[in-house]
């Protein structure tokens, strides 16, 4: 009977290394002018921004990525077919301005669109691709973020081959681009996900990072702290498909935004860094704050974000008004980040095995709090993130433990965002999430699962219905796939969300909405 892989005691995933010739180790970081300017932009913006974070320290920092978006390009193509840039708005030239980037450090990043028209109304690049490609390279840039609007249909399988596309020309350059795809954006939030997910298992194959969600709000625009958390909400979804190599991309920082407060900026920052996501700075640079350049360079969370493994932290428990999340780092050390979503500052306690680690490991346990950077009193039992403000992250970082890791946390599906849930009855539901030791699930290194409330049970399909008893501890392990099914290995059932709440075991299907699930990070995907 084959069992599930999991991570060795640091939590890793299986297939950490590097891959050979990997374009992105890290995430990038960085600026991109959209979020801020729209199609308001010029030479200026990005020769200023370059001053920018050089002089505040953001370039020191690692922020060495300067990203153009749409409507750098005149309306109409030249009469050879290759894009031409907008003479008005880049008096220089591209050339001069890469070459102008690269030599204060930085690494220059272009935008195109897959379809034939940008999102702006810019001459877009399909069946222009060869040409295009060719024209960005020989200008001197070194990355390429690429919409998806204006494509003949909005059918996943056009998306699929006009990317494909790219692709093959990408993997056959010379000289190949950074490729940052926006396709999966174009499907979120419909009522059936396959599309999504689909467009997900290809898009991380195809380049080193992909926009999964709507964009963040732009300057002036809407409620920045509700933009913020839809992207964030999309996120959790998808920590399965981040790997080395390869990133799931949440969108800009958008820092200025008038509508944030400044816990809610420091949110968004400690949860990217969590998420090992890209950190890529929509904001007028030149009138940047102390207070953001502070949390924007702040050590201890960038070491969190650039972090080699690239984890994705995922969700330990969720309610209400708590968001818990973890993940390992290449040290070994254990991430603890804590979103108070609540109107009201509190506290929140959080023990040692939510965070996946054993009763005991608490005899020596450091825990520094990366917004301090102080070393805080730990307790026996656990952590005490204290005085959380509304919408404010507490973030810390936990080493010098006793014992393995075991990835801890909720098994939730990703469509309804219901949590599994056991009862002392043995049965095992669907239900809203409400933080409770009856949903958060340990995935022992022996392929079995069980919950915190019942550690003497474990996970079964008996016959189609998915029940929690010791019996199972013995027979029922789980396998779990890039497609998000959680798989029985004896019956090769699927996790699954019936209509009525109960939990059962089905027939797999292609990524439906009813057995795709988000599991803790550190448990092998296959």
Request: hydrophobic share 35%; charged share 20%; aromatic share 10%.
């Amino acid at each position: 009977m084959s069992q599930l892989l999991l991570a060795t005691a640091a939590g890793l995933v299986v297939n950490a290394a590097t891959p050979p010739g990997n374009l992105l180790p890290l995430p990038p970081m960085g600026f991109n002018n959209w979020a801020r300017y729209t199609t308001q932009i010029n030479q200026s913006i990005f020769v200023d921004a370059a001053d920018a974070m050089e002089r505040t320290g953001l370039l020191k920092a690692g922020y060495n990525y300067i990203n153009l978006d749409d409507a750098w390009s005149t309306k109409q193509r030249a009469a050879n077919g290759s894009m031409v840039w907008d003479s008005e708005k880049f008096p220089d030239g591209m050339p001069w301005l890469t070459a102008h980037l690269k030599s204060k450090g930085f690494i220059p990043g272009i935008y195109t669109d897959a379809g034939n028209l940008s999102c702006g109304g810019y001459p877009g690049a399909l069946d222009h691709e060869e040409i295009d490609l060719k024209t960005f390279t020989e200008w001197g840039f070194e990355y390429l973020k690429m919409d998806g609007c204006s494509l003949p249909d909005d059918t996943e399988e056009t998306y699929h081959e006009v990317y494909s596309r790219w692709n093959k020309l990408l993997k056959e350059a010379e000289h190949p681009l950074i490729f940052s795809d926006s396709a999966p954006a174009y499907f979120v939030g419909r009522d059936n996900l396959t599309d999504w997910y689909s467009t997900m298992g290809w898009a991380q194959e195809y380049g080193q990072l992909a926009r999964h969600c709507d964009d963040i709000a732009n300057y002036g625009e809407g409620n920045a702290w509700k933009s913020m958390m839809g992207n964030y909400g999309q996120h959790v979804r998808l920590a399965r498909y981040q790997k080395p190599g390869y990133i799931n991309d949440p969108d800009f920082l958008n820092v200025d935004n008038p509508t944030y407060s400044l816990d809610e900026k420091k949110s968004q920052f400690a949860l990217w860094c969590s998420f090992s996501a890209p950190l890529l700075l929509s904001t007028d640079l030149t009138a940047i704050t102390d207070e953001e350049v502070e949390f924007l360079t702040n050590k201890d969370l960038l070491a969190v974000d650039q972090d080699s493994l690239i984890q994705q932290a995922t969700l330990v428990s969720r309610d209400e008004t708590w968001d818990v999340l973890s993940k390992s780092l290449d040290n070994g050390d254990r991430l603890l980040t804590i979103l108070n979503k609540g109107d009201a500052a509190a506290d929140l306690d959080v023990s040692w095995e939510r965070l996946g680690l054993p009763a005991e490991a608490a005899v020596d346990i450091k825990v520094k709090n990366l917004w301090t950077g102080k070393q805080e009193k730990a307790s026996s039992n656990g952590i005490t993130a204290r005085s959380v403000p509304s919408h404010g992250t507490a973030v810390f970082r936990v080493s010098n433990f006793d014992g393995p890791v075991t990835p801890t946390g909720i098994i939730f599906n990703t469509f309804s965002l219901n949590c599994l849930t056991d009862d002392e009855s043995g049965k095992v539901t669907w239900a809203n999430c409400t933080a409770s030791d009856a949903q958060t699930w340990r995935v022992r290194d022996d392929g079995h699962i069980n919950s915190l409330a019942q550690p003497d049970n474990c996970l079964a399909d008996a016959n189609g219905n998915i029940q929690s008893s010791q019996s199972a501890c013995n027979t029922d392990t789980w396998n779990y796939e890039t497609s998000g099914n959680l798989i029985n290995a004896g019956s090769s059932n699927c996790l699954t969300e019936a209509e009525d709440g109960a939990a059962s075991g089905e027939r797999c299907g292609y990524e439906t909405n009813e057995q795709v699930v988000g599991l803790p990070i550190g448990v092998t995907v296959n």
